[in-house]
């Protein structure tokens, strides 16, 4: 029978496992006791490390070997490995495989190199993650509630199964208003038809939505995220964007100069140079990313997006005005983000 000689480059428990294991027959029915497997086992040690004569357990054995100085060696060198560790989440048709081999082989070699420490292995996980990622994102927002190895794989999960789910530049997306369940519409009719004014109307319409309630958020510019600077694909709260509206192809535009219709607050429109957005959330998890689903406030600069049942005339039709306002934040402020399209640019 061939065993692997012990030299000090493999875990001890590790070892003694493998070479117990390989006395069972095929009844399963172990063909050596326990002295006679360590006395086998003291023969496979290379004679530089050092086993006590006295030594006639399993247990005894795995001591002797944490004792010599090559099972400090080994644990550094493991120690180096999960430091150059990386998740690699771009083959999305072996990701289950693909992630779990990574997550069992980041436990097993914690394991081995003896990294029992919550805070050094939560440091060392998020070092194996890429920075622009959404992993990496929820574990360093999550960081300080991580108290165990099981609530840093739990995250790391969930973030896998929040992918298909994030809203991305280049998403198409609707926005219904939570409390009327009306969605953020756009025409080309416009508020002051002769005036020379170049918005079109916005406003709270249908209640199933059509493409005159879909809007592509566009944000073009590069950002530092986690210390990192480059273009990222993901939509995170407070990232500034623009709002085009697929039919018109004009962009969600608030003009703090112009009056509401029905309410009197900021007028909101539809114009070819649109104002900056960005996303807060509800949620008082404060996640880090947009979710579809997820019920958030829009707001640019100081402006918050609103509705309510208020209505006004235009054309002989009536409408559920939209406007922006700097008072405090309500119900009457909140949205819910449905992905229509996803965006089809490939994650880096």
């Not at 790391?156 to 992918?163: G, K, P, R, T, V």
Request: hydrophobic letters at 30%.
């Amino acid at each position: 029978m061939n065993h692997n000689k012990y030299d000090g480059t493999i875990h001890p428990e590790v070892w003694v496992r493998q070479i117990r294991l390989s006395f069972y027959d095929q009844n399963n029915e172990n063909t050596k006791n326990e002295q006679e497997t360590v006395d086998y086992c003291k023969l496979l040690i290379h004679p530089s490390i050092k086993i006590s004569s006295e030594t006639n357990s399993f247990v005894g054995l795995v001591n002797d070997l944490k004792l010599d100085t090559s099972y400090d060696a080994f644990k550094k060198s493991i120690k180096k490995k999960v430091q150059e560790l990386k998740f690699n989440n771009i083959n999305k048709d072996n990701g289950d495989d693909e992630s779990l081999k990574f997550l069992n082989n980041f436990i097993q070699l914690c394991y081995e190199g003896e990294i029992t420490e919550i805070g050094e292995r939560k440091r060392l996980f998020l070092n194996a993650l890429s920075k622009g990622s959404l992993q990496h994102s929820l574990i360093d927002n999550k960081f300080d509630k991580i108290n165990s190895m099981e609530k840093l794989s739990k995250y790391f999960y969930e973030s896998l199964l929040d992918e298909p789910k994030t809203v991305e530049n280049g998403s198409y997306i609707t926005l219904k208003h939570v409390a009327t369940g009306k969605y953020l519409s756009s025409c080309t009719d416009s508020y002051e038809r002769g005036s020379g004014y170049s918005g079109y109307l916005v406003y709270a319409g249908p209640t199933v939505p059509d493409t005159s309630c879909v809007w592509k958020i566009n944000e073009d510019q590069e950002k530092i995220r986690n210390n990192q600077l480059g273009k990222f694909l993901t939509i995170f709260y407070g990232d500034l964007f623009t709002l085009t509206n697929k039919n018109i192809e004009y962009n969600l535009s608030v003009s703090g100069d112009d009056e509401s219709p029905a309410t009197k607050n900021s007028k909101v429109c539809n114009a070819r140079y649109g104002s900056l957005w960005h996303f807060r959330s509800t949620n008082s998890e404060n996640p880090p990313y947009v979710k579809s689903k997820d019920i958030i406030n829009l707001q640019s600069d100081q402006f918050v997006l609103r509705s309510s049942e208020s209505t006004f005339t235009c054309d002989n039709k009536t409408y559920q005005e939209v406007a922006c306002h700097k008072e405090r934040i309500g119900g009457n402020d909140e949205w819910c983000i449905e992905i229509i399209e996803q965006s089809n640019q490939e994650r880096g």
